[in-house]
């Protein structure tokens, strides 16, 4: 078992070692763009006098260094800002100031961040049961007609991207059928039935594609266990089906399905991005495309950095439960 | 049989187990496919339009960017005039709400943005990748050391969001279609990078590139001699995958409007105010939509068949329907009839 | 009513037939052994016992009857009753055989339950009861174990403890033995003697080693091509063969008891005093770091010297071809170095040449053989491809093949032809020494007989060294000069062949040779003697 804590410790600190390199790799390509930095983050109606105000107040006279240091200070330290007149204190996980708003970064996407996590988490919830669940039975019914129709169901959910599913279940379950209303979202604390409510459907726009790949995965890795040589025993030995499919194939599919959790994170976080947009759901996905398009370079690194410290924690913890659903992997 | 004129004097038990490989093996197993082959066309098909969407819109007698307001109710908020959202002799699919411009040559000029952009990106994300994974797997400790942090990070970092972040600071003089192609290819090349990386260190592993070195041939000709053929199979296998990842993430970003930009159609973003038409123009979201699902299914269902005939391990897994019995008959046999 | 009856008995996969026309028949208690080389359909017939063809779209045609059940006519039902219940098999591969992510004692407990409806106590009880029954210690701890904290050994034993869980009449063992070591596999078949003297139970033993069926049963069935060839008492089977298969087979097997036949042309003086020609000294080798590191070899020094073959035997996990790979400069020391020609060496030398285990790997599947075996030539700066051609040519008719094999792939040559390729190819450098890496244990033992034949012809008219690495102490002994046995990285002893294997010094020496099994069925049970008090002894 000490191997095992070992290993969970050195993968957390590769997990940090990551985390550093991406802000540095963040930081540097939005700050060292081709281009004036100062023109870009003013806007191209900004006046010389408003774009060399900008440009000494993100310090672009600093060597670039100097300028990551302080953005580390503000990180860990917390950090004091001059907007005009007052001064505005941003405390501890500092991101730094929106140009926009001169709202601190960190509040923003905190205020977001519920909206976000609810969406992604809720998601991966419905991807994970429909899509193993779908697997299950499609393995279980090999060679049967009902598997060639879920194989087809799954392949088409493959190729069907996350906001045109999304656009269609929007237009045909709110618009046409008027089943449900158009979503708007309600925090968990609120309601929590009308958090579910809301949520449905941008749930199963973002978890359908996500689904479809882990029916895929589910099936073949079933199937792959299904030709193992141990399942042979177990049949020479007079066990069952169910209990060959339920028990063993299944527990072989354990492994893969995580590592393939962690590997999609990341798209589906991209996916939630697009499932914000379309819903009209006020989560860090839209607040990042508004972020984007007014050019705010601030709420842009602090978002995609925030973003990817969820994927990194998420790919380390998946890693550890890999080790653990396979316990024959070599933990180094 | 070719194993007749085999004339070694072998005991009876001694004998070719059959089971060819090479590219001949390859079409044969591509060609029992159905479902592949139909995808294959499809495929062909759709490259075929992309190439020809000059030659095709000059036969409508179209352009792409021109503007048609006489063909628009703007008193109705700007539906196409007539029925069926302005299908006619001229406009063979109609025109697009608001601004009149002919949907069909859009439709075939987005073809080539979006396959153009995802085989460009997929060309930069395998280079990357192979050279990045061979690299790793035949450097000294050190190199593989740092090149696999690298990779591991590449992996970790989220693609749309990254792309969606690059996208924005680029100046707008960059032409667009080529910075989305660079942008993804440069950010995407992870898992390919790993799959090499394995590939390669599996096949240094093998007794035949052993018996090479011990022929006295130096890293570099057993490098490429033994080797680098060796990858083709996995390079190609998972290139065919990340075709069709690569056009919907194309699609995604200029659905989200930092993809590609106007006035250069493409579908993602044809979809993007197309939830708005959809009683008056039904057409103007079912053509992008379906000619994405289309091609995304066309070029998936020709990568699990590329994959089935490169790797038959994989075959019983992700196999499409066809060809079943055959193959389960030669499943069967394999494993049983040979050994003892 | 016998045990098993077997009439007339046919199974075809597609166009091919792998049974035709099989009918034998075993009592209670009683034992016999399926004996074939590959491809001879023995496993197939074993499958066939528990009904394993069907759905699989294999056809089975005769009548099949076990322990009172009709295989082909039972329903699933019955089937499920005889498998495991009434007969229970035992398979080659013990690790891929039991499930990797359950506890062993689970494995066994769900088996006994599918057959008992027994509470999950009672029958986690019974899996402790039948793990100690085969002689595993400590088995309440162990059978919380998973397969792959097992040992080769071990888990063999734990399969044959979930075969005993319902108290089967029969056991069928396919190819029990066939993964493990020498010392092991002699302590599995002692298991299965024993156990069955103790329950009584009859056995079918599937095997291609004519000696692990002399050691193990009463009766002998030959197979080849689907068909029995002989069937009868094993003494007069392996005694007095009546059928030219059955000879020719026994004649292939290599002999640990007979000293080497192949007559000396060149003259090598005994003892190692003749020029020489590779030298190792105080080699090691080291893998991993820090608490990891394992040291595969450890100080181990030997020459080779010209016309000699030196033999080097030892279990997995010896350190043999980890030695092999060092010899040739595959792999470099980490201490101690390597002479070849007197001359300090390190990286590899077209002179030291090696022929692989694997017939299938040691030959790349996108090249002809003709550019393969034409490597050496081309990467010494031969231009002139009509002399390339040419000097393939001759060296594929040395090796038994033709010279218009050249543009032919690998795929289109049998595992023997593939490993004459292979030799080819190492002959095309010249060299001086070949480093002989398993080269046979894949080969069935017909094919292994003629390659090695043709590895001692061309020794003899070349005045090559060759270092023969085996497993297998018989083909040492049938090859070799000097003998050099490892254990755990480091030479146990040295020596001229046949004062190593007639009188050997080092008790692990000793046990191996008692662990060799015998062709004769009176010599098996006096070694399966010797064991035991060897046994006591260690």
């Keep these: 078992m000490t191997g095992f804590v070992g290993f969970a410790l050195r993968r957390a600190l590769g997990m940090v070692i990551t985390l550093f390199a991406i802000s540095v790799i963040v930081y540097v390509v939005f700050y060292v763009t081709p281009g004036n930095v100062a023109q870009i983050t003013c806007g191209p109606r900004c006046s010389p006098a408003q774009v060399h105000q900008v440009a000494e107040q993100l310090h672009l006279d600093d060597p670039l260094y100097v300028r990551y240091w302080h953005f580390l200070q503000g990180l860990f330290a917390g950090q004091d800002y001059s907007t005009g007149t007052a001064v505005q204190h941003c405390s501890a996980p500092c991101l730094g100031l929106s140009y926009q708003s001169d709202q601190q970064v960190t509040q923003l996407i905190l205020a977001k961040l519920p909206v976000s996590l ?128 339920g028990r063993h194939a299944l527990r072989g599919a354990f492994a893969p399905v995580i590592a393939l959790n962690a590997n999609n994170f990341g798209g589906a976080v991209g996916g939630a991005v697009l499932t914000e947009t379309l819903f009209g759901l006020p989560g860090i996905g839209q607040e990042l495309v508004h972020a984007v398009n007014v050019v705010d370079l601030p709420v842009v690194v602090g978002m995609v950095l925030v973003i990817g410290f969820f994927v990194v924690v998420a790919n380390a913890v998946a890693d550890v439960l890999y080790a653990v659903a396979d316990r024959r992997v070599v933990l180094t | 049989m070719s194993e007749a004129l085999l004339t070694a004097q072998t005991s009876g038990t001694d004998t070719v187990v059959p089971g060819a490989s090479g590219a001949r093996q390859f079409w044969r197993r591509l060609r029992a496919q159905r479902a592949a082959l139909v995808a294959a066309a499809v495929v062909a098909l759709l490259v075929l339009l992309a190439l020809a969407a000059p030659l095709l819109t000059a036969i409508e007698g179209q352009d792409p960017t021109a503007y048609h307001p006489s063909l628009i109710d703007s008193a109705r908020g700007g539906v196409p005039v007539g029925s069926l959202g302005g299908i006619s002799g001229e406009h063979w699919l109609g025109v697009e709400p608001q601004t009149g411009r002919d949907l069909f040559a859009r439709l075939v000029y987005g073809a080539r943005v979006s396959l153009g952009v995802a085989l460009a990106a997929t060309v930069v994300q395998v280079t990357i990748g192979v050279v990045v994974g061979v690299a790793a797997a035949l450097g000294s400790r050190w190199v593989d050391q740092l090149l696999s942090r690298i990779t591991d990070i590449i992996v970790a ?27 993804i290819g440069l950010i995407a090349w992870g898992n390919i990078a790993k799959i090499v990386r394995a590939q390669t260190l599996t096949l240094k592993g093998l007794d035949y590139v052993s018996a090479s070195r011990l022929s006295g041939w130096g890293t570099w000709q057993v490098a490429r001699r033994e080797l680098l053929p060796g990858l083709a199979a996995p390079v190609i296998t998972y290139s065919a995958l990340l075709v069709p990842q690569n056009i919907t993430v194309e699609a995604a970003l200029s659905f989200l409007g930092v993809g590609v930009k106007p006035p250069t159609p493409s579908w993602g973003q044809m979809l993007t105010a197309a939830d708005v038409w959809y009683q008056a123009a039904p057409q103007y979201l079912l053509l992008p939509a379906g000619a994405l699902f289309v091609t995304v299914l066309a070029l998936t269902v020709l990568g699990d068949g590329v994959r089935t005939a490169l790797d038959p391990r994989a075959a019983s897994r992700l196999r499409v329907g066809t060809g079943r019995k055959r193959e389960a008959r030669a499943d069967a046999a394999e494993p049983k009839g040979g050994t003892s | 009513m016998s045990l098993v009856e077997v009439t007339d008995l046919t199974v075809e996969f597609g166009e091919l037939r792998a049974v035709d026309g099989l009918s034998f028949a075993l009592e209670q208690g009683a034992a016999l052994a399926l004996v074939g080389e590959s491809g001879s359909g023995k496993s197939t017939v074993a499958s066939a016992l528990l009904g394993l063809h069907r759905g699989t779209g294999a056809r089975v045609g005769g009548s099949v009857h076990v322990a009172g059940t009709d295989v082909r006519a039972a329903s699933d039902e019955e089937l499920r009753r005889l498998r495991g219940g009434k007969a229970a098999m035992v398979f080659q591969d013990p690790l891929s055989s039991l499930d990797p992510y359950y506890a062993i004692g689970d494995q066994i407990a769900e088996v006994y339950r599918v057959h008992t409806r027994a509470s999950r106590r009672a029958a986690r009880a019974r899996a402790v009861e039948v793990l ?107 005694g007095a063969p009546s059928e030219a298969y059955t000879r020719e087979l026994l004649g292939a097997v290599p002999r640990v008891d007979a000293a080497r036949v192949a007559p000396q042309e060149v003259p090598v003086s005994e003892g190692g005093s003749g020029e020489p020609v590779l030298e190792a000294t105080g080699l090691g080798r080291v893998f991993g770091r820090g608490k990891r590191a394992f040291n595969a070899v450890d100080d181990v020094s030997l020459t080779i010297h010209r016309g000699e073959t030196l033999g080097i035997v030892g279990e997995s996990g010896s350190g043999k071809t980890t030695l092999g790979r060092m010899l040739v400069g595959l792999l470099e020391p980490t201490a101690g170095e390597v002479r070849f020609d007197g001359r300090v060496r390190s990286g590899v030398d077209p002179a030291v040449q090696m022929v692989f285990q694997d017939p299938v790997s040691s030959l790349n599947p996108r090249r002809s053989v003709g550019e393969s075996i034409a490597d050496p030539l081309r990467a010494r700066g031969e231009k002139d491809e009509g002399r390339v051609r040419g000097r393939v040519r001759e060296l594929l008719e040395r090796v038994g093949l033709e010279g218009a094999h050249y543009d032919r792939y690998p795929h289109e040559f049998s595992g023997g032809q593939r490993q004459r390729v292979g030799i080819a190819r190492a002959l095309a450098a010249d060299p001086r020494v070949i480093v002989c890496d ?43 000069d000097r003998v050099v ?52 002894v260690v």
Aim: glycine share 6%; charged share 20%; with cysteine.
């Design chain 3, 132 to 238: 100690d029954r085969v002689g595993i210690p400590d088995a309440v701890r162990r059978s919380r174990s998973r397969p792959h904290e097992f040992s080769g050994g071990m888990r063999q034993r734990a399969l044959i403890a979930m075969a005993l869980a319902c108290e089967p009449g029969l056991l069928i063992a396919d190819e029990p033995t066939t993964a493990l070591d020498v010392t092991v596999q002699a302590q599995i078949l002692d298991l299965l003697h024993t156990l069955r003297e103790e329950t009584g139970m009859g056995l079918l033993l599937v095997t291609h080693d004519v000696g692990v069926a002399a050691e193990s049963v009463d009766e002998v069935l030959v197979m080849r091509h689907g068909r029995a060839v002989e069937h009868g008492a094993v003494q007069e089977v392996l």
């Design chain 3, 438 to 480: 398993e080269p046979v244990s894949a080969l069935d033992v017909t094919t292994q007989a003629q390659v090695v034949a043709l590895l001692g012809e061309l020794q003899r008219e070349l005045g090559l060294a060759l270092v023969f690495v085996a497993h297998d102490l018989a083909v040492v002994r049938q090859v070799s």
């Design chain 1, 118 to 245: 609810s969406l992604v988490f809720g998601a991966m919830v419905v991807w994970l049961v429909l899509g193993v669940g779908t697997g299950v039975l499609s393995a279980w019914r090999r060679g049967r007609l009902s598997e060639r129709l879920l194989t087809g169901i799954t392949l088409a959910g493959v190729a069907t991207p996350v906001f045109v599913i999304g656009l269609v279940l929007l237009i045909v379950v709110c618009g046409e059928l008027e089943l449900l209303p158009f979503p708007q979202y309600v925090a968990l604390t609120d309601d929590p039935e009308q958090w579910a409510w809301n949520l449905l459907l941008p749930w199963l726009s973002l978890a359908l594609i996500e689904a479809a790949a882990f029916a895929r995965l589910t099936r073949a890795s079933m199937l792959e266990t299904l030709a193992e040589d141990h399942i042979r025993t177990f049949r020479a030995y007079g066990v069952g089906e169910r209990s060959i499919i």
């Design chain 2, 157 to 183: 970092l989220p693609l749309m969001i990254m792309a969606l972040a690059l996208l924005a600071i680029v100046p707008s003089t960059f032409p667009r279609p080529v910075l989305v192609a660079l942008v």
């Design chain 3, 485 to 536: 046995v490892m254990r755990r990285g480091r030479i146990v002893e040295e020596g001229p062949a046949d004062a190593v294997y007639e009188s050997p010094r080092d008790l692990y020496t000793k046990q191996l040779l008692a662990a060799v099994p015998a062709l004769d069925p009176a010599e098996a049970a006096r070694r399966r003697a010797a064991r035991r008090e060897l046994a006591v």
